[in-house]
């Protein structure tokens, strides 16, 4: 079990006991940004923690509903996630980016298909930067230091692409 998955789940479940189908519902509005984290996944995960000791389930029924169950953390989660979370803190893991295999092979495209792919990443990238700063403007204050890294990142990006773009040194290393 991925250990940051694990923090997610147990953080969640401090703030608040909740129902699969609710971790889910905001996993995937507020967090899909920063986790791929599947609901078939997040089911398994949370299967896990329970079995582990490190978060307990109630089943209950309303009314006609059907059963649901009820997750909270235990004190054995809390002294996970407390770990979990310093573990996290303190740890980097250096970035790495897929799309950088494709330039070690920029040259053996004509420079007019490179430039027009470029423009199309950075039009894909400029459409996720609306869509962070639109979840920026719609969630709580403590989830903007999440959202405020992800958009340096997206800016530093767009300025490596207008660099790219704008470097005739690459275009000429594509001639040669």
Known sequence: M??????????????????????NEFIDRQLAFCIDLK??????????????????????????????????????????????LRVNLESYERPLFSADVGMFFYHHVPPEAFQASLLKRQAAIVQHQKELNALRASTPPDHHVVIDHHLLHVEAELRWIEQLLHKKEVYESIRD
Not at 53 to 79: D, H, L, S
């Open 39 to 84: 609901r078939s996944t997040a089911y398994y995960l949370l299967d896990r923690l329970c079995s582990d000791g490190y978060v307990e389930q109630e089943i209950g029924r309303e009314g006609n509903r059907p059963e649901r169950r009820t997750y909270r953390i235990t004190p054995a989660g809390e002294t996970r996630f407390q770990e979990l």
């Open 2 to 23: 991925t250990a940051d998955r694990q923090l997610l789940l147990l953080g969640l479940l401090r703030r608040q006991e909740m129902h699969g189908y609710q971790l």
